[in-house]
């Protein structure tokens, strides 16, 4: 069935240092991948997005890549700052029925101080 | 631009009652709307899509019933909680998209709503 998964549940990484989340989707279709960042309480807030026509886009510390013979997509973070603190979901769409977007679990980001 | 506003932010209701909360485009308009619940620690989990002027589709094992949908323009949605019950504590959060060929959804900033 329509699935996005993600991994890790949690996260915590040295500031400065690297983060990876990754995602895995199920619908051959999905051609847009969304991350969104989501402060305790708020919105989710997109902040990087790629389609399936090319395989990597970076935005400053935050990049995503995408493979799309293996259905992932990764999102990475450099140099992390305690403002990155948050947690983070991928998502997928799926036009199986209705153009809809499926969330992963999500992963709590940690930056240590 | 694409800015999406939902009304209350935070609702307490008593069990029994009905809750209605609003979702709107404010500067664009929205052929589809999504209505979705979000547990403690938990992810997003979609409750139904709402296209202006018709029925909404409902995600399997959520009760239409229940959770009435109305998206009687290109700019407003509403979603009503009936009968609420604790277990129906949750934050609801829509989002919008400006076309079928759109991808991107814009968020709006979510409602907590508590049933005693």
């Known amino acids: 069935g329509e699935n996005v998964e993600q991994h890790p549940s949690t996260l915590s990484v040295q500031e400065g240092d690297s983060a990876v989340i990754k995602c895995t989707y199920s619908?051959?279709?999905?051609?847009?991948f969304p991350w969104y960042k989501q402060e305790l309480g708020k919105r989710p807030q997109l902040i990087i997005d790629?389609?399936?026509?090319?395989g990597e886009k970076k935005d400053q510390r935050i990049a995503v890549t995408l493979n799309k013979t293996a259905k992932h997509f990764s999102l990475h973070i450099t140099e992390t700052q305690p403002e990155d603190s948050a947690v983070y979901f991928c998502a997928a769409p799926v036009y199986s029925s209705a153009s809809k977007i499926i969330f992963g679990s999500g992963t709590r980001l940690s930056i240590r101080p | 631009g694409a800015v999406v506003s939902q009304h209350p932010s935070r609702v307490i209701c008593k069990s029994g009652t009905s809750v209605k909360i609003e979702c709107r485009s404010l500067d664009f308009q929205a052929t589809t709307m999504f209505w979705y619940r979000q547990f403690p620690k938990q992810s997003l989990m979609l409750m139904a899509t709402?296209?202006?002027?018709?029925?909404?589709?409902?995600e399997q094992g959520v009760e239409k019933d229940k959770f009435l949908i109305n998206h009687a323009s290109l700019t407003l949605s509403t979603l009503t909680v009936t009968s609420a019950h604790p277990e129906d504590s949750s934050f609801y959060i829509c989002?919008?998209?400006?076309?079928?060929?759109?991808?991107?959804?814009?968020f709006g900033p979510g409602t907590r709503l508590t049933v005693l």
């Open positions: 619908d051959s279709a999905s051609n847009y």
């Open positions: 989002s919008a998209k400006s076309g079928p060929a759109s991808d991107t959804q814009y």
């Open positions: 709402s296209n202006e002027g018709s029925k909404a589709t409902y």
């Open positions: 790629i389609r399936s026509n090319v």
